[in-house]
Every structure is written in structure tokens, then in C-alpha cells.
């Protein structure tokens, strides 16, 4: 068994900053990817950033440059950090990791969490 467990978000207003954490705890013998998503309402769930395990990253263009991910895969653990945030980030953001365990590999999400920019 794995659980994902996320932390962060909330009401923030524009122009403000934030920080979004995932612990990923269980039967893990290794993980390959990292990464945030997020869905609005009424949208398909749109990658945010992933980070792999030998550190290359990958951003949406809508966030690039105001945003940093990171991982720490001794802890299994990624962070998603997020500045000048604006009304349209608002979404529901949900944790993606891909898990090699007992039983081979797995895509695992998230329960998500609300981030919400008041403008």
C-alpha cells in the first residue's frame, strides 16, 4: 500500500506566493516521477510541474518562470512553490508520483487540494 499525502493551499490572494507538499509513505522501493496537477472547474486535470528522479523538470507554460519544484527522494517528498499567483491558478491541485513497489510500477494521485486566488 502507498498513501499520498498532500499539504499547502488554501485562499491566497494575487500577486501572492504558496507552497504545496507531498509525502508519498508505504511499500516503496523507488520512485521515478514526481509531479503537480491541477483541474478548475469545468477543465480536463492539466500538468502544473514533474520533476523526475534524476532531477530534469518539466513546467506548463502557464507557470514557468514564476514556479519551482523540487523533490527530496530520501524523504520522498516534492514541493511545488508557486509566486504571483493569479485568479486562473485557481484549481484543485492534485500529487502524481509514480512508485515501483512490491508488485512493479504504479501511478499513484493524491486526494487534491483547493487553491483558491481572489483577485
Known amino acids: 500500500q502507498v498513501q499520498l499525502v498532500e499539504s499547502g493551499g488554501g485562499l491566497v490572494q494575487a500577486g501572492g506566493s504558496l507552497r504545496l507538499s507531498c509525502a508519498a509513505s508505504g511499500n516503496i522501493f523507488s520512485i521515478t516521477y514526481m509531479g503537480w496537477y491541477r483541474q478548475a472547474p469545468g477543465k480536463q486535470r492539466e500538468l502544473v510541474a514533474g520533476i523526475f528522479s534524476g532531477g530534469i523538470t518539466r513546467y506548463a507554460d502557464s507557470v514557468k518562470g514564476r514556479s519551482t519544484i523540487s523533490s527530496d527522494n530520501a524523504r520522498n517528498t516534492v514541493d511545488l512553490r508557486m509566486n504571483s499567483l493569479k485568479p486562473e491558478d485557481t484549481a484543485v491541485y492534485y500529487c502524481?508520483?509514480?512508485?515501483?513497489?512490491?508488485?512493479?510500477?504504479?501511478?499513484?494521485w493524491g486526494q487534491g487540494t483547493q487553491v483558491t486566488v481572489s483577485s
Open positions: 502524481n508520483v509514480f512508485i515501483y513497489g512490491p508488485q512493479g510500477g504504479n501511478n499513484y
